[in-house]
């Protein structure tokens, strides 16, 4: 491990364990995760089911579709896993939780231990997440299968902020969501592609009005494209 790095550790408390790393396996988070930059231990929900691995889940109360994961089943889970360490964010990954944003992400990197419980879309009982006081965060306003898709965006976006991941924390400088902007359009060679230019300014190698037209394009953009944002 180089010494500049810190060690970030996850536990997944998942139906599907099997699921993972799966994407996070693959480019500079893969990398990082080989070189043991973040450690990734995954927990499988239905070890802690009371009554053999069928009865994690059961019928919800007041009728209505699909199952839900009982309370009994995350929290013997939760014990396990939260007596090895004593600091840490407990997140649940639902639909229903707060929007996350790259605000969050880096307020995320900064924890040293992330829990992640990913439910099933029908969810789990309300009495676990209360008793937990767990945080819940969502991806988007649409609603995924379970919580390991959101779990493994969460995580890729955590992991390339962490230090001695991404190459120069110049790139990180000038990304989307910087400063509340969108990011620059990007170019390379060829110059002319299908007739259509790269901006002369950028071809002229003065970084200072280069610089100055990055920065214009990003207000336009994010205006025309994200007033949200920009407002901001
Ligand atoms: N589980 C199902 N849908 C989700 C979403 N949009 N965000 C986080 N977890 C989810």
């Known amino acids: 491990m180089k010494s500049t790095t810190k060690h970030w550790s996850v536990h997944i408390l998942t139906l599907f364990p099997e699921m993972f790393p799966g994407p996070l396996n ?48 995350i929290d013997n889970a939760l014990k396990k896993v ?42 789990i009982d309300q009495r676990v997440i209360e008793n937990w006081s767990m945080e819940e965060l969502s991806i988007g ?34 990304e989307t969501f910087e400063n509340n902007l969108l990011e620059y359009p990007q170019y390379t060679k060829p110059s002319n592609w299908k007739g259509r230019k790269v901006p002369d300014i950028l071809l002229s190698g003065n970084h200072q009005k280069i610089e100055e037209w990055r920065k214009k394009k990003s207000f336009e953009i994010t205006k025309l494209k994200r007033p949200d944002l920009f407002k901001k």
């Open 26 to 73: 693959f480019s500079l988070v893969g990398k990082a995760l080989k070189e043991k930059i973040w450690s990734l231990n995954l927990v499988n929900l239905r070890d802690f089911a009371e009554n053999g691995p069928k009865s994690v889940d059961d019928k919800p109360y007041g009728g209505g579709p699909g199952m839900i994961i009982k309370s009994e089943v």
């Open 141 to 174: 306003d649409f609603v995924l299968s379970g919580g390991e898709i959101a779990a493994m965006s969460l995580l890729d976006s955590c992991i390339r902020l962490l230090p001695g991941v991404v190459g120069s924390s110049e790139t990180l400088k000038h």
């Open 82 to 123: 939260t007596k090895k360490i004593k600091q840490y964010s407990l997140i649940y990954l639902t639909p229903k939780g707060k929007k996350i944003n790259q605000k969050k992400i880096k307020e995320l990197v900064k924890k040293d231990n992330l829990i992640l419980l990913c439910g099933k879309y029908e969810g």
